[in-house]
């Protein structure tokens, strides 16, 4: 099924325009002269040179087109799920808010930073659970099922947080460096401003910072480097792609097992649900089978015949006709 998500741009417009757009406000400024929303959304509609691969053919596919595109597909998706009684109600729209609420307590306020209304949220959240709802009719998974599957030594590497460390690098050439840099450590700088003056890693400017890596995802003779170390201390000098370097272990982060909370479970039961709806249920073919049988009337002239074509083309490739 074509993902909503690719298309969360072009939903935020749909949704949020007609409660917000004045014509008037100015998006952005050039050498002072302003650009305002009118010029803005209008060049955006129509901007040329965009385009999409449909089957063998390339066709030209500007975001108004790409926009209309979009919601044909919702809507089909909606009109499927209200033929098969599975439409998602405002209640579960709002139980899905406050279940996402206990992993992302800051959801609602991050949101509002947007400067987008609620009901846009909403709305986002409604096709998301009507992609789901329209994927997995059908399927149950069961408690058991799902700690099965937290259980299975094959999938411990998914609810597991790796074993760690936050370090910082010094990296130089030549062994007249290696002494410049022991000496001003020793004498107490700090390794950032050491690795800030000295060290020829890209690093360099953020005082040789290379954040949280995983002991796993390091090159061995790193990995043996930093777990050789103490938090607050510093490694040898190592070899290491032509340099000799120094590491230093900011923080050491254990390997820690994910408990199976609800929010977990939740999340396994809708992974497990997806994996068997998308062998079972045939959503790709329903849509196209139903977008073969719809009418379409593309009202915007300068957007109808692209329309035309890129519909047909798209039925073409799916072998639905057109």
Known sequence: MKTIAAFFAFLFLAVAAPAQLDPERVILTVNGEAIKAEEYYRRMEFLTGVGKI????????????????????????????AKKGITPT????????????????????????????RTALEEQIFLELLEFKL???????????????????????????????????I????????????????????????????SRDVSAGTGGNLGTMAYATMPQ?????????????????????????????EKEIKEEIIPLSNALRRSIRRRLMIDRGNIKNKVDEE????????????????????????????????????
Do not use: C
Request: net charge negative.
């Open 54 to 81: 449909i089957g063998d053919g390339f066709i030209e596919f500007p975001p108004g087109l790409m926009t209309i595109e979009q919601l044909v597909v919702e809507r089909l998706m909606k009109q499927l799920a």
């Open 90 to 117: 405002k209640a579960e729209v709002d139980q899905e808010i406050k279940d996402r609420m206990e992993t992302n307590p800051t959801l609602l306020t991050d949101w509002d930073k947007t400067g987008l209304p």
């Open 135 to 169: 994927t997995t009719v059908g399927i149950t998974i069961t408690n058991q099922e799902v700690e099965n599957f937290y259980n299975d030594p094959d999938n411990k590497p998914m609810f597991t947080t790796p074993a760690s460390a936050t370090i910082r690098i």
């Open 171 to 198: 990296a130089v050439a030549t062994p007249e460096q290696v002494t410049t840099v022991d000496r001003e450590l020793a004498a107490g700088k700090s390794f950032s401003d050491v690795a800030k003056a000295h």
């Open 221 to 249: 003779v790193l990995a043996d480097a930093v777990r050789g170390v103490a938090e607050g201390k510093h490694s040898g000098w190592i070899l290491f792609a032509e340099n000799r370097v120094k590491v230093f272990k």
């Open 287 to 322: 849509l196209n089978q139903l977008r073969a049988q719809s009418t379409v009337d593309v009202k915007q002239i300068m957007l109808a015949d692209a329309w035309k074509r890129l519909n047909s083309g798209h039925l073409k490739a799916m072998g639905s006709g057109g």
